[in-house]
């Protein structure tokens, strides 16, 4: 973004030359994505889908934690409730999926009115607390909705999986079969929403309502004397968080096509590893997440295997990430070197006597 002033010739800029050339390559890199599809075997287009839907879920928590200092530990919340209400509006309306893609994430949107009545009116650790505590008390209700499972789940109907929006179109555009096009189309999906994602957030940072959520962020007292309503920024950074969790989430599920309580509102899957994907990326940065999706995926491909003893590694990775690089792996590097792919702070240039 440029804006110039006639009368001085002074230019304020937010973007870099590595920023253009970044650009330019992630033009590419994703042009290449979109037709991997085509070429790639089902066991890639199925880990391709798991890191998008990752990265996007890390995104929206880094949204909330790294730019708007909202701890937030019960995201599985919304994960789960949007996945219910796919799952709910395929079996008892008879819907397609697809399209109840979008009712995961308008319910969980309208999940996130009451829980944030009551987070908001606790501050830090008893914020983050509090988050997990009703995300709790949603897994719990849910477990009682015998309609879709109750406590022990239930699958989508096989003929709603046969049936997807796209799928027969895509398996004779690419002669494979319906289950493989079913993960095309899922890939796709994902793709264009953790693209979504990452482009709203940025957009959203180099807006002047970005400029407010760094302001509360940093110091809400200075951010309100100046006239900012902290609380407005908050409850716009968590109602857009939650939507994009929701939407998340039901598309998970639509690929599972099975869901239970324990496993749509699991802390570990939906927020443990999603905060140690932001933390070792780098947080409060958009390039973090990337970062540490990508880790993250290295990680559980090499030692998944080892039971227990994976989750005491990824703990030790990430004490030693915190230890030796505070600001995470992204983080350091960009602290060090001056490089950053998403620039947001403005720099005044140009100029004349």
Same mark, same amino acid.
């Given at each position: 973004m440029t804006t110039s002033t006639p009368e001085t010739g002074y230019r304020v800029e937010t973007r870099t030359r590595t920023s253009r050339v970044a650009g330019l390559a992630a033009i590419v890199l994703l042009a290449g994505l979109f037709v991997l599809p085509a070429f790639a075997s089902r066991g890639l287009i199925q880990d391709l889908f798991f890191i998008f839907t990752m990265l996007t879920l890390a995104q929206f928590w880094n949204l909330l934690a790294g730019y708007g200092g909202l701890v937030s530990v019960g995201q599985q919340a919304f994960v789960g409730i949007g996945a219910y209400a796919m799952f709910g509006a395929v079996i008892l309306w008879g819907l397609d999926p697809l399209p109840a893609i979008?009712?995961?994430?308008?319910?969980?949107?309208?999940?996130?009115?009451?829980?944030?009545?009551?987070?908001?009116?606790?501050?830090?650790?008893?914020?983050?607390?509090?988050?997990?505590?009703?995300?709790?008390?949603?897994?719990?209700?849910?477990?009682?909705?015998?309609?879709?499972?109750?406590?022990?789940?239930?699958?989508?109907?096989?003929?709603?999986?046969?049936?997807?929006?796209?799928?027969e179109t895509i398996a004779q555009l690419l002669d494979v079969r319906p289950a493989a096009a079913r993960d095309i189309l899922a890939?796709?999906?994902?793709?264009?929403? &953790?693209?979504?994602? +990452? !482009?709203?957030?940025?957009?959203?940072?180099?807006?002047?309502?970005? $400029? #407010?959520? /760094?302001?509360?962020?940093?110091?809400?007292? &200075?951010?309100?004397? +100046? !006239?900012?309503?902290?609380?407005?920024?908050?409850?716009?950074?968590? $109602? #857009?968080? /939650?939507?994009?969790?929701g939407l998340t989430g &039901?598309?998970?599920?639509?690929?599972?096509?099975?869901?239970?309580p324990d496993a749509a509102f699991s802390l570990s899957d939906w927020t443990a590893y999603v905060i140690f994907i932001?933390?070792?990326?780098?947080?409060?940065?958009?390039?973090?997440?990337?970062?540490?999706?990508?880790?993250?995926?290295?990680?559980?491909t090499l030692l998944a295997q080892y039971g227990a003893w994976y989750l005491m590694i990824l703990g030790l990775v990430s004490i030693g990430v915190m230890l030796a690089?505070?600001?995470?792996?992204?983080?350091?590097?960009?602290?060090?070197?001056?490089?950053?792919?998403?620039?947001?702070?403005?720099?005044?240039t140009g100029g004349r006597l």
């Open positions: 979008l009712l995961g994430g308008l319910a969980a949107l309208a999940l996130a009115v009451p829980f944030g009545f009551f987070a908001f009116r606790l501050q830090g650790a008893y914020f983050a607390i509090g988050t997990w505590v009703l995300a709790e008390v949603a897994r719990l209700v849910v477990a009682q909705w015998r309609a879709v499972g109750g406590g022990t789940g239930t699958s989508l109907p096989r003929q709603a999986t046969e049936t997807i929006a796209f799928t890939y796709w999906l994902a793709l264009v929403l &953790a693209i979504l994602a +990452i !482009g709203g957030i940025y957009w959203l940072l180099r807006s002047k309502r970005g $400029l #407010a959520l /760094a302001a509360v962020r940093d110091n809400p007292q &200075a951010a309100r004397s +100046i !006239g900012v309503d902290g609380q407005r920024v908050k409850w716009f950074v968590f $109602l #857009a968080a /939650a939507l994009g969790t &039901a598309l998970i599920y639509m690929q599972k096509a099975r869901i239970s932001v933390v070792i990326g780098g947080i409060g940065t958009i390039e973090g997440p990337i970062i540490g999706v990508l880790v993250f995926f290295l990680l559980q690089a505070p600001r995470g792996l992204w983080g350091s590097f960009s602290h060090r070197t001056g490089i950053q792919l998403f620039p947001i702070r403005r720099r005044l």
